[in-house]
């Protein structure tokens, strides 16, 4: 079984800045793909980014491309999303997943084993 808890959220004004982290722990990650997930109130889980094992691609939904970056370091089991020039909509509860079914990234919260239990993220204007 892996545990992966979430931290680094927080309230931040609009244009600033947030750095999530994720540590696994139970087992290793270092094989399983890594994703970050957001969910906004009334609305569905929406895919944000994923990072492969090796660390070699990585993924992001349109909307968040040039502003986060996702990172990891697999000798310390954490998986990290800094968020730069956070907006307003931005703002929701964002969960680190782990996959062990697909090889470059899904969208598909079916394909992740493993789920954090989130960290709030709240942008102000």
């Known amino acids: 079984q892996v545990q992966l808890v979430e931290s680094g959220g927080g309230l931040v004004q609009a244009g600033g800045s947030l750095r999530l982290s994720c540590a696994a722990s139970?087992?290793?990650?270092?094989?399983?793909?890594m994703g970050w997930f957001r969910q906004a109130p009334g609305k569905e889980r929406e895919f944000v980014t994923a990072?492969?094992?090796?660390?070699?691609?990585?993924y992001y939904v349109d909307s968040v491309k040039g502003r986060f970056t996702i990172s990891r370091d697999n000798a310390k089991n954490t998986v990290f999303l800094q968020m730069n020039s956070l907006k307003p909509e931005d703002t929701a509860v964002y969960y680190c997943a782990a996959s062990s079914k697909v090889t470059y990234y899904s969208g598909r919260t079916d394909l992740y084993d493993y789920w954090g239990q989130g960290t709030q993220v709240t942008v102000s204007s």
């Open positions: 990072i492969t094992s090796s660390m070699v691609s990585t």
């Open positions: 139970g087992r290793t990650v270092s094989s399983y793909v």
